[in-house]
């Protein structure tokens, strides 16, 4: 019996605010030019993978993504509460240069531990988040091939833990740099066994 259940994590095409280089965390802005090509090209990339769902953070950023995806793809995508990017507090809607010369943006930013922005997540926190809720998903549908369209500090998070050895410059053993930035719209294949709970590269 196969307990392998194939999945492909990306993330959103680039953001007006991608661009500007600003904090998004959750709140939004919508997808460039740009982004929105990247979102089809992503969509191209699925075409032969024989994707049978498509699932979302309920951000709109990664709605239009998947939305883009879905029209080629003839798929509905499903948003997933669980799966939104991480809660930076009285960071967000702030441009990167008014917060990277804090003693703790290094730590909060490329770092898996407690520390986080005032009002905001822990990338601990988060972790433990997308990780119960992706857990949650792929039990629950272990026969399908799921395309999941999530975000860039999700994916330094989950895969800096799991799946290290594709990750430069990564490691958690005494909070080690994970500071790796994913593109918009990078596509990563993985699986879950259903049996051990492990997660795999492909």
């Known amino acids: 019996m196969n307990n392998q259940t194939t999945f492909y994590l990306a993330r959103h095409g680039q953001t007006e605010w991608n661009v500007a280089q600003r904090i998004q965390g959750q709140l939004d ?5 740009q982004g929105k090509q990247q979102a089809a090209l992503l ?3 699925c075409r032969p993978l024989n994707i049978t769902q498509i699932l979302t953070s309920p951000l709109g950023r990664a709605i239009q ?7 080629a793809l003839g798929l509905i995508p499903i948003p997933i509460k669980g799966f939104e990017e991480r809660h930076f507090g009285d960071w967000q809607g702030k441009f990167t240069y008014q917060v990277n010369t804090l003693s703790d943006y290094d730590e909060i930013t490329s770092q898996i531990t407690d520390c986080k922005p005032m009002q905001g997540e822990s990338s601990k926190q988060l972790l433990a988040r997308f990780e119960s809720t992706l857990r949650d998903e792929l039990e629950n549908a272990a026969k399908e091939v799921s395309l999941i369209v999530i975000h860039g500090d999700i994916l330094r998070c989950f895969m800096a833990q799991f799946i290290p050895h594709l990750t430069p410059n990564s490691g958690t053993q005494n909070n080690a740099s994970t500071g790796y930035d994913y593109k918009n719209a990078e ?9 051990t709970g492990v997660f795999s590269s492909l």
């Open 187 to 195: 596509l990563i294949a993985l699986s879950y066994d259903q049996e």
């Open 43 to 45: 969509a191209e990339q």
């Open 29 to 33: 802005s919508p997808l460039t030019a």
């Open 65 to 71: 993504t998947a939305d883009i995806c879905g029209q």
